[in-house]
């Protein structure tokens, strides 16, 4: 689990910017709708595509674990983009590709940008 790790890390952000403190209900609201990542590769992959979706995306770059998480589990995770996040992703980039440009024009339109056709 990522929870320890990332507690840890955002206590140390915490002390030294003078946030509040990390708890298990910010971590679960990271996951649930924020940028936190964490589940099956199902579960991720289908997170990833959402934000491509929303922001337009045209590419990604991942950071794989918050805090002191030991290699080996570091390694697993990387393993599991790799063999099945990134798989679902490539399957739905295609079709975003088609879209984004489509919704950059009508949003430069609806912003009223000089160079939108």
Known sequence: MQWPYWAEAMEASSRERGWARPSMNKFRAEITGGS????SPETVAS????????????????AYA???VPHEQRMATIELYRREAIPRLREVIPRLREVIPRLRELLAAARGDVDAT
Do not use: Q, T
Not at 47 to 62: E, N, P, Q, T
């Open 36 to 39: 936190r990542h964490v589940g």
């Open 47 to 62: 997170k990833l595509a959402a934000a491509i979706r929303l922001l337009g995306l045209g590419r990604l770059d991942l």
């Open 66 to 68: 918050v805090g002191r």
